[in-house]
């Protein structure tokens, strides 16, 4: 397949060449984000640890995440819990970074959604935090994703509705939703729609703070960006909740 033509694909790997190098980037993440995973979405460290609890205290723990980007977010994991970390991502400029951070209890694969391929039940916890939306077929993928988590396994979700997915009536109408059920995987799930807009504001205010700064790099056009990404917030929380929304779901077999 020619990457090219998938979603987003030439701009994240600007993004993550930029990431490494852009001092006001890493500093926006840490004040909008509370840590520096060269966030591209809605993965704050109040979001990322609420995954902590389902990783299994032991030596052998493996996990793994789904479009893992440069692997910070992974590494900070490792780093709470000792677990083994994996990873795959589309971009190789992010896996060439992942690999140079993690060298230890840890493997970073560059692939593609619904073309990678492990052994089944490896995982105690799998995670993807706003990467499902890259699926071709989501009921397919999730079928593979059954496959590689253990029995006991755990499958954590972060999944957003109103930019790449449609908005559909709650969360149980959504498009992850009505693949879980196909695959007979069962399934909790937080609405945190009203935290997101509040982290949305946040996140406005930081780029704001490092405007100076990432205009000093030469990357205006990032600033430009995040400014972009959190023009909904200029709404009242009552018209945002309309057209977005935002979920975690904690899946099992």
């Known amino acids: 397949m020619d990457k090219t033509e998938l979603l987003f694909y030439t701009a994240y790997e600007e993004f993550y060449t930029m990431a490494e190098t852009s001092n006001a980037f890493q500093n926006f993440c840490r004040e909008a984000f509370g840590e520096d995973f060269s966030q591209d979405g809605f993965s ?101 994703v059954k496959r590689w988590l253990k029995p006991d396994g755990v499958f954590f979700v972060g999944y957003q509705e109103g930019d790449v997915m449609p908005k559909t009536e709650g969360v149980h109408t959504t498009v992850l939703a009505k693949a879980l059920r196909q695959n007979g995987m069962v399934y909790e799930a937080e609405d945190i729609t009203e935290e ?15 405007q100076a ?28 909740k309309e057209k977005m929304a935002r979920y975690l779901y904690v899946i099992r077999k």
């Open 213 to 240: 700064e990432f205009e000093a790099e030469g990357n205006k056009s990032w600033f430009e960006m995040l400014l972009g990404q959190t023009e909904c917030v200029k709404e009242e929380y009552a018209q945002f």
């Open 196 to 210: 997101t807009y509040e982290l949305l504001k946040k996140k406005r205010a930081a780029a704001e703070k490092y």
């Open 44 to 144: 704050n460290l109040t979001q990322i640890d609420r995954i902590l609890p389902y990783i299994p205290k032991k030596e052998q723990a493996h996990i793994l995440d789904i479009g893992c980007g440069n692997g910070k977010m992974l590494g900070y994991l490792q780093e709470k819990t000792g677990a083994w970390i994996h990873g795959f991502d589309y971009s190789g400029q992010a896996i060439q970074t992942a690999q140079k951070l993690y060298p230890v209890k840890a493997e970073f694969r560059e692939g593609i959604i619904g073309e990678v391929e492990y052994e089944w039940e490896s995982f105690d916890v799998i995670i993807s935090m706003d990467t499902m939306y890259f699926a071709k077929d989501m009921a397919a993928f999730v079928a593979q």
